[in-house]
């Protein structure tokens, strides 16, 4: 319904412009406050604003309006949107969906910038007690408790439905799919693309891989004994019958990928170089929506390095960092205690000042094409 042809004299305009579209940060904070190892149902369904919250609107001005970013990726967590008594599905919370929708609405309608809708839920459903590990993964047949593919659908387009009026709206199929099968994860990603498209939205959708969908192992098996396929293997069967989606990476700069450590020890480009060369191969397109390093200059200077090769390789449609959010407080959702998160007006645990006055200045507000960015018009691979 959305759905432009690009004029040419856009084509060449981007072309000059680098082919970053979206470049922004994570909102992370609508998954909160269910951590409680064997206290199963902790924390659901929640308080608002006190154990989950969306955005503070005020720092998202200060991002549109001063740090001129064009996208969030705003979290929240599918056990509250679908309760447990009403199983994964179509039926929603419609409290938690109104307080979802409002940071998405604030984002797309008040700001003009774009938001990646994210199941934070690692493609597992029923028992986030001890996210990322707990949950039954999604459609796994052996498991009675588990939600199924088709009920992964039937949420998936009752969400796009909700948003199909809207062209600022990216959707996210999960979060960091991670130790199941990679032809699983296939099935659950053209689920929820079919579920989409089924309702007659058409703008750009983020499809994860396996293995935390690490942009560095996309080549690479997974699993405890490595019975999983690469991501590389399967993804390109993904069919999008409006040609709009992209591949949803996350790329961490510390020694293990996690983001949990203050230094950086994994160069991006050559750890990219494999996923570069198979998008290339299967003209796909790629956003980093989660990334990260520390408060450090060897961080700073891979954080900058790793920014230049994805402008400067046309597989790469954007990027998005890893985290802001209402609830981090002094908490460091990224790259060590003394880090701290991107929330302007934060500080760390040393009381220090937070990453948004130190890693943000230093290597990614200078990587935002400003004038590159896609402003307007439905989100899109181009
Ligand atoms: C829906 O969400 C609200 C706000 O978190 C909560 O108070 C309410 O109990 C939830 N309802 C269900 C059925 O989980
Ligand atoms: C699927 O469920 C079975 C039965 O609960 C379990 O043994 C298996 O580990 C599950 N598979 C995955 C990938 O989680
Ligand atoms: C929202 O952000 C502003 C600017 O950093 C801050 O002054 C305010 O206290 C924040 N509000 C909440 C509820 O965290
Ligand atoms: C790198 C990092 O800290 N990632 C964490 C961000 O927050 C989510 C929960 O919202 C964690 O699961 C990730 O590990």
Redesign the pocket.
Known sequence: MYWKPLVSTLSIASSVLGKILYAGVNESGGEFGVWSPGNVGFG?????NVDYSFINKTTVDIFVDEEKINVFRVTFLME?MC?L??GLGSRF?E??FVHFADAVNYITIAKDAYVIIDPHNYMRYNEPSQQPFSGSVIGNSSDPTAATTKQFQQFWSELARRFVHNPKVIFGINNEPHDMPTELVLENNQAAINGIRAVGARQLILAPGNAWTGGHSWTEKSGPAGEYAPSSEVMNNLFDPVHNTALDIHEYLDIDFSGSHDECAQPGPSNLAALTAWLKENRMKAIISEFGGGNNQNCIDMLNEMLEYIAANDEYIGWVAWAAGPLWGTASPCCGPSTGSLEPGGVTVNETPNAFETVWPAALKPNIPVRGLKRSGISSLR
Do not use: E, I
Not at 44 to 48: A, E, H, Q, S
């Open positions: 659901l369904p929640g308080r608002f509250r309760p008594s009403y919370n409290t938690y």
